[in-house]
């Protein structure tokens, strides 16, 4: 389903609480769907500013992951590194309405051509 | 038309005799008793109550008339005509009439819309069946006290505070209740993990079931309802359901009539609508972009609806709201953000035996949320300091101890000074009795650490929430000699507890499951880190093999993914070869695999397996079961676990041989398969001391002598090479057998998280580990029965079960973006 500024891309009941869920983006950089403990979801692009690692697949906690590949803590609100070390990876607004997430469709779409 | 005596005043109308459109007639007729002819429309047949006290009527322990808010008197006396049991079914805003269902039509001047909000369904099959009921008015509390005196099952849909309220008067009543909430946690919009945790725990202690995570396909029943189906296919039986999902703002009429409508009914700061002359309040509004399902906001709104009415300004800024929850012996309080982000700290207190846990969120020197279960005495006061935006810097370190404690000099108080301050007797850990004057007799006895204090008077050894207390102690006694050193450090930042202390309250307090460990313990973070939550994890499989629940978010990539990440984001995938023994048909199965899935190497490792690289997460399941069908199953080459048993090839070929390693090899293998540890672990059986399996470098190495068979633990070819020590010699495969699994189990048990065995070894030292393994003949014998018995649990192919469907979201895209639509988003 399309409409002008967001995209609904499933069910919140599809995250797993303190886990993360793909979503690839065609001809464009895949994205990480995020939810915390208390039911918050956040979005990421899937790659860790350090070594481009799968976010996605790392332990959340709080409102930080921690990349699987050299444990880099990410923050899920901003995208910043933690810590010592220092990076960014681009956020995604979403939100939850009536239980479907929603994204927005620019920044999900950024670096697509057309 | 009903003939009314000619009255000049203007009319004013209010559709909806609950709170809200009460109370607002109550704040007109404060600011100026004569401005207005007022009648009130009711839907129900009865006077005004107060909708959320019908919990405690559902419950025993309230009647209808303890709620009243205003009896049949006050409309009277005030000169209101009230019209209940007849809903208004039509407004017309160009003839200014609305009509109720009766036919009635009454003209306005000015009307107010006051109806609140309806209960939300959830669109199910056998949602209309009889029985099902809802939980809004005195008429849902009829039906569900006319089925609890039946007795027999409840099932409540919803685990908000609405649901939890439902199923405590339910219970009560005497019905066998299960709630059932979609979400992971209960009330997840009011409480964090930590909290609803405790939640649970209580309600499921009062004999309520709680299903998380339990999403309702059907209520089943022919003529009434008699159960419900969840996804899953579990069946519940139920003699009554209540649906309390939800609620939705009340908008039919207004949208109908053509006001503006969004997700309520839409209103500026004086609770007027897009017309001049229909005002609206309560939960069927929009006020800035926001709804309320809670009564604190009515009153606001209904003091700005008032004043703007008599033409003075008090324009409604929305509202904070704060959430208490009426079950009985259940202090439970939350309010503000508590989702934590960026700049936002917590400050968590835990009190195990009290059953408290109190979190506070401080971003930028202000309160921003809280929670808190057990000792709600201090809501109030956060809450108090949360809508005023006060500045909490000065009393930042006293905060969560409470009002009393801030503000009676606690907080700015040099916190040594504080406990100089204290008397002897002034008891400082409440779990153990410890008072003052014992921790200071301690520490003047030669405790000179927090370790010392903990083992010699047990104070801050039980849950740990003195720990702070007992270190400025520490402070005062010592001066600068006290540098706050441990020998022992901590698991992690999340807690003051060491590997061992953590493990050892785990089997004594019989924690089952990672938040009970936290609570127990005091942790100081909601829902520990990346750290611990493995840890965690892996201690409870320990301790409780047939009961532990796997938390697949407690683990690290490899373990949840049964497969090793690589740096690309792809997998390798090592099927097991029993001894590095495999067969023609084996192979041609991984060449086919290799082939169909687009590995992009295949590679011999160090421990003699095939792994195939370049393996995406969503070709996994389906790799696995290429494998599973040619008798493959999972090498554990990711994990914290048995990793390979290498092997020679033994007498059976070699001219050196002296024993059968390769199937020595082969039954060590098939014992210790499957089995989780600190670390990951490898075995080795040489069939000569020319030892070409390498067993001198493994974690368990055998090398086979004429004689026998030396055994040999804590070797390392890592970063740091450690050669293994000789542990003892045995004569028999039986002997190796149970030696391993013995040893194993004592590595299992003794070792921290992450501890491989040699620096286990170097830690504890090889004495202990013969004591223990060799001179203790019961003792291994006890061990290797353990080990045994946590293997019947353990030994389960994990890529069958994944291949199976089990855990299939961990391997699928949530969706995909294509430019011009999205798919597969169910």
Redesign the interface.
């Known amino acids: 389903?399309?409409t002008a500024d967001w995209?609904?891309?499933?069910?919140v009941?599809?995250?797993?609480?303190?886990?993360a869920?793909?979503?690839?983006?065609?001809?464009?950089e895949e994205?990480a769907?995020f939810r915390?403990?208390?039911?918050?979801v956040y979005a990421l692009l899937?790659k860790c500013p350090h070594?481009?690692?799968?976010l996605s697949?790392?332990?959340?906690?709080?409102?930080t992951v921690?990349c699987?590949?050299h444990?880099w803590?990410i923050?899920l609100?901003?995208g910043?590194a933690l810590g010592d070390d220092v990076g960014c990876v681009p956020t995604i607004p979403v939100k939850i309405d009536g239980g479907r997430?929603l994204i927005a469709r620019k920044e999900?779409?950024q670096g697509?051509d057309? | 038309m009903v003939a009314s005596p000619p009255d000049p005043r203007p009319h004013l109308v209010v559709i909806g005799n609950g709170m809200a459109g009460c109370r607002a007639v109550e704040e007109i007729l404060a600011r100026d008793p004569g401005k207005f002819r007022i009648t009130i429309f009711g839907a129900e047949p009865r006077v005004n109550y107060n909708r959320i006290m019908l919990s405690p009527v559902l419950a025993g322990e309230k009647t209808f008339e303890d709620i009243i808010i205003n009896g049949a008197d006050w409309y009277a006396d005030s000169g209101i005509e009230l019209i209940s049991g007849d809903p208004v079914v039509g407004i017309d805003r160009a003839a200014k009439t609305v009509t109720a269902k009766s036919g009635m039509s009454v003209s306005y001047d000015k009307l107010l819309i006051a109806t609140g909000s309806d209960p939300f369904i959830i669109p199910v099959p056998g949602k209309d069946l009889p029985g099902v009921v809802t939980f809004r008015d005195l008429d849902d509390v009829d039906k569900m006290l006319a089925a609890a005196d039946l007795g027999g099952n409840a099932v409540v849909i919803g685990g908000g505070l609405l649901g939890l309220e439902a199923a405590h008067g339910l219970s009560l009543r005497g019905m066998q209740v299960t709630v059932l909430h979609l979400m992971p946690t209960l009330m997840e919009r009011q409480l964090d993990e930590a909290a609803a945790w405790l939640l649970k725990t209580e309600l499921e202690r009062r004999g309520q079931t709680i299903l998380t995570q339990a999403d309702t396909a059907e209520i089943i029943g022919t003529d009434k309802v008699e159960g419900v189906r969840l996804k899953d296919g579990t069946e519940i039986r139920a003699d009554i359901v209540v649906m309390a999902v939800g609620i939705r703002p009340s908008t039919a009429l207004a949208k109908e009539a053509g006001l503006a409508v969004g997700r309520g009914i839409q209103v500026d700061d004086h609770m007027v609508t897009s017309d001049a002359d229909v005002l609206a309040v309560g939960e069927c509004v929009e006020h800035d972009g926001q709804v309320y399902g809670l009564v604190a906001p009515l009153w606001d709104m209904c003091r700005s609806l008032a004043d703007g009415l008599v033409g003075s300004e008090n324009p409604y800024k929305g509202s904070v709201t704060s959430t208490k929850l009426k079950v009985s012996g259940i202090d439970l309080f939350s309010a503000g953000d508590f989702s934590g982000g960026e700049g936002c700290e917590d400050i968590v207190l835990r009190d195990a035996t009290r059953g408290v846990y109190k979190r506070v969120i401080v971003k930028q020197d202000k309160i921003v949320g809280a929670v808190l279960y057990g000792d709600t005495a201090d809501g109030n006061w956060y809450f108090d300091l949360l809508k005023k935006g006060e500045d909490i810097a000065d009393i930042r370190d006293a905060l969560i101890f409470g009002q009393a404690f801030a503000s009676g000099g606690g907080a700015t108080a040099n916190p040594i000074d504080a406990v100089a301050a204290l008397s002897d007797d002034a008891e400082i850990c409440g779990c153990n009795g410890v008072s003052k004057g014992q921790v200071m007799a301690c520490i003047a006895g030669g405790a000179q650490s927090l370790d010392g204090v903990r083992s010699g008077c047990k104070a801050s050894a039980s849950c740990g929430s003195c720990t702070g207390l007992v270190e400025n102690l520490l402070a005062l006694a010592l001066g600068d000699e006290f540098a706050g050193e441990r020998d022992n450090k901590p698991m992690c930042k999340c807690t003051s507890f060491t590997h061992e202390d953590v493990r050892a309250a785990i089997l004594e307090k019989n924690l089952k499951e990672i938040p009970a460990v936290m609570q127990a313990l005091s942790w100081s973070t909601p829902d520990g880190c990346s750290s611990c939550r493995p840890a965690l994890n892996y201690y409870l499989l320990c301790a409780w093999p047939a009961e532990h629940k796997e938390d697949p978010q407690s683990r690290f990539v490899n373990e949840r993914m049964h497969a090793n990440i690589q740096k690309d984001g792809t997998y390798s995938v090592v099927p097991r070869m029993w001894g590095g023994v495999t067969t023609p048909k084996e192979l041609r199965a991984i060449a086919d695999a290799a082939e169909k899935y687009g590995a992009r190497m295949v590679k011999v490792t160090g421990g003699q397996r095939l792994d195939l690289f370049g393996i995406k997460k969503e070709d996994l399941p389906h790799i696995w079961a290429d494998l599973n069908a040619a008798g493959m199953v999972s090498g554990h080459a990711y994990g914290k676990a048995l990793r390979t048993v290498k092997t020679c090839v033994g007498s059976e070929w070699c001219r050196f041989g002296t024993q059968d390693s390769t199937g020595l090899g082969i039954l060590l293998e098939q014992m210790t398969w499957g089995s989780w540890m600190p670390h990951k672990f490898k075995i080795a059986v040489s069939g000569c001391p020319r030892n070409c399996a390498e067993a001198t470098i493994k974690d368990f190495g055998v090398i086979c002598v004429d004689s026998g068979y030396e055994l040999l633990v804590g070797g390392n070819g890592g970063i740091h090479l450690r050669g293994t020590d000789l542990l003892c010699k045995v004569a028999t495969e039986e002997e190796a057998l149970e030696y391993c699994g013995a040893f194993i189990q004592l590595y299992r048990e003794e070792a921290r998280y992450l501890d491989r065995t040699a620096p286990w070894i170097e830690r504890v030292g090889l004495d202990h580990v013969k004591a223990r393994v060799v001179d203790d003949h019961e003792g291994r014998k006890a061990l290797y029965g353990r080990f045994l018995h946590a293997q019947k649990y353990l030994q389960k192919d994990p890529w069958a079960e994944r291949a199976a469907g089990k855990e299939a979201h961990l391997h699928q895209h949530i969706a995909e973006i294509r430019p011009f639509a999205v798919v597969g988003a169910h």
């Open positions: 389903m399309v995209l609904d891309i499933g069910p009941d599809q995250l797993p609480a303190l886990g869920r793909t979503l690839p983006v065609q001809g464009g994205i769907i915390t403990a208390n039911g918050s899937n070594k481009q690692g799968p697949q790392g332990i959340v906690h709080d409102t921690t699987p590949l444990n803590r923050s609100v901003t910043e997430i999900a779409l697509v057309g």
